[in-house]
Nanobody
Framework: QVQLAESGGGSAQAGGSLRLSCAASGYTYKSFDVCLGWFRQAPGKEREGVAAIDSDGSTYYTDSVKTRFTISKDNAKNTLYLQMNSLKPDDTGMYYC????????????????????WGQGTQVTVSS
């Protein structure tokens, strides 16, 4: 059974940085054709895709974070990361990592309904 666990959330001032991590168990990022993504949900808003990474390391971002966030993975540690710089209050929300077989996803998709495995989320709060 695939399990994902996020960590690294917390509070930051606008302009600051945070790094989120997502550790996987049940399969490895390297051994299988796995695509991964980060999503967030602000209070009262729908969940939105933030960044995605293919099994070959290709990355995709929503426009609002494209120059500020970096998604990466460490196959040896079986961990997914989201480096968030130049944080803004609008970045506040619960952040989730998600995974699915790449063969089940559209290329670079940030659509949450295409991902089948989800973590419990980690809260990020950015104050002005």
């Amino acid at each position: 059974q695939v399990q994902l666990a996020e960590s690294g959330g917390g509070s930051a001032q606008a302009g600051g940085s945070l790094r989120l991590s997502c550790a996987a168990s049940g399969y490895t990022y390297k051994s299988f054709d796995v695509c991964l993504g980060w999503f967030r949900q602000a209070p009262g808003k729908e969940r939105e895709g933030v960044a995605a990474i293919d099994s070959d390391g290709s990355t995709y971002y929503t426009d609002s974070v494209k120059t500020r966030f970096t998604i990466s993975k460490d196959n040896a540690k079986n961990t997914l990361y989201l480096q968030m710089n130049s944080l803004k209050p609008d970045d506040t929300g619960m952040y989730y990592c998600a995974a699915n077989w790449c063969s089940e996803l559209g290329l670079g998709t940030l659509a949450d309904y295409e991902y089948s495995s989800w973590g419990q989320g980690t809260q990020v709060t950015v104050s002005s």
